[in-house]
């Protein structure tokens, strides 16, 4: 019978640690990849926050530009 092998381990950089199961447990591209998700939640939140500060400022435009009595 066949007997079942553990798969051999790459040699990542930045990675030296490996769990139970052979999986890696850090390595540098997934931090990245953590770190650029970040960033992008950030822009987002930027972006948002500009629209909403302009609508607020249209707003007060229109409304400071009103002709008073009609």
Do not use: C, T
């Not at 052979?22 to 822009?43: D, I, N």
């Amino acid at each position: 019978m066949l007997k079942l092998r553990r798969k051999p381990q790459r040699n990542y950089p930045d990675s030296d640690r490996f769990g139970e199961d052979g999986l890696r447990l850090y390595s540098a591209y997934e931090a990245a990849k953590v770190r650029q998700r970040l960033q992008q939640g950030g822009m987002k939140r930027i972006r948002a926050a500009a629209i909403v500060l302009a609508a607020i400022a249209f707003v007060l435009l229109v409304i400071a530009f009103q002709r008073p009595g009609g």
